[in-house]
């Protein structure tokens, strides 16, 4: 792409890779018969990647399962990716190395039905990555957010499976979130058909009692999250450990610490439930140990999870 065509304002960060080749923001353009536009009928992932200053190097988080997981949700929807998983990274990697972000970023995959068609067309399938600057949550940060049971029930297995990561499946939480929002909360947590704890609107949920923290199982209608995974093996270094089971909606207010985690939130303390205090109405031991764990491993400071990191090359 040639300075005539980015213009003389023109910003790196601007740039995205769609259909095939890296273009201008404002250039990716889809049809508005899509079945992308018209049915959120699209796949995609929502991955991190956190500068280190010492190394001078931008980290992906675990890159490769994040990509796996794309493939799955391809798979479960019925539509297939014209580009495989190296295509993929090759793409995400070129498109990073051409704008050169020195900072924490988020990345969003998307594959789309594109062209004109309904909510039952299967292609053609195409594909667009588009990253932004975003910064980590600061572990110092004694801030924390308020949230509330939602009066709406978390999609399962029977309706619209939360294995999936489906544009239209988030229309569940919107539907939560604006009701928390209207309420005066910042988050909602949902429970799923049997009346258990589900997940938060596009994060998992991890509560802490007595020192022993536990989250709901996949059979729960929650996501197969990468970073709950993450917090399960990370979470014996910090001298604890996480019980996956179901838990009750009446268990989240008498625990001692709440919190959401996702590759969006990272860890996001949860400080009231239902306007009932969590513990001390502060970040507790617990999450704020977990998440210093967390962001050490994710910018490679901490050299034990070196595996889930892939370095952009030149430096970012």
Request: glycine share 8%; proline share 5%; charged share 20%.
């Amino acid at each position: 792409m040639n300075s005539e065509t980015r213009g003389s304002n023109f910003d790196n960060s601007e740039l995205v890779w769609f259909r095939g080749k890296v273009v201008p923001r404002r250039d990716a353009l889809v049809p508005m018969l899509s079945p992308t536009a018209q049915f959120g009928l699209n796949v995609f992932e929502g991955l991190r990647g956190y500068w280190n200053v010492r190394e001078n190097c931008l980290y992906l988080f675990r890159l490769e399962d994040h990509l796996r997981r794309l493939m799955q949700s391809c798979k479960l929807i019925g539509i297939e990716s014209p580009y495989s998983i190296s295509e993929i990274r090759a793409a995400l990697l070129t498109l990073l190395a051409s704008i050169g972000y020195k900072c924490d970023i988020a990345v969003r995959i998307i594959l789309f039905v594109d062209g004109v068609g309904s909510w039952a067309t299967s292609s053609p399938v195409d594909m667009i990555i588009a990253p932004v600057s975003k910064p980590r949550r600061n572990e110092l940060d004694p801030s924390g957010f308020s949230a509330c049971v939602s009066s709406w029930t978390r999609i399962d297995d029977q309706t619209l499976t939360p294995r999936a990561k489906v544009g239209a499946n988030y229309i569940n939480s919107r539907y939560a979130q604006l009701d928390a929002s209207q309420d005066g909360y910042d988050y909602p947590i949902l429970l799923n058909r049997q009346g258990l704890v589900a997940e938060g609107a596009g994060a998992c949920l991890m509560a802490v009692r007595n020192g022993q923290i536990a989250t709901p199982p996949l059979t729960s209608s929650v996501l197969e999250s990468i970073t709950r995974e993450s917090l399960i093996d990370l979470a014996a270094s910090i001298g604890s450990s996480i019980e996956v089971r179901e838990i009750s909606r009446s268990e989240l207010y008498i625990s001692d610490e709440l919190f959401l985690c996702g590759s969006s939130v990272e860890l996001t303390p949860v400080l009231t439930l239902n306007r009932f205090r969590i513990g001390n109405g502060a970040v507790g031991p617990v999450t704020a140990s977990l998440l210093s764990r967390y962001l050490n491993v994710v910018d490679g400071r901490d050299p034990s999870r070196r595996n889930w990191l892939t370095a952009v090359p030149n430096g970012g």
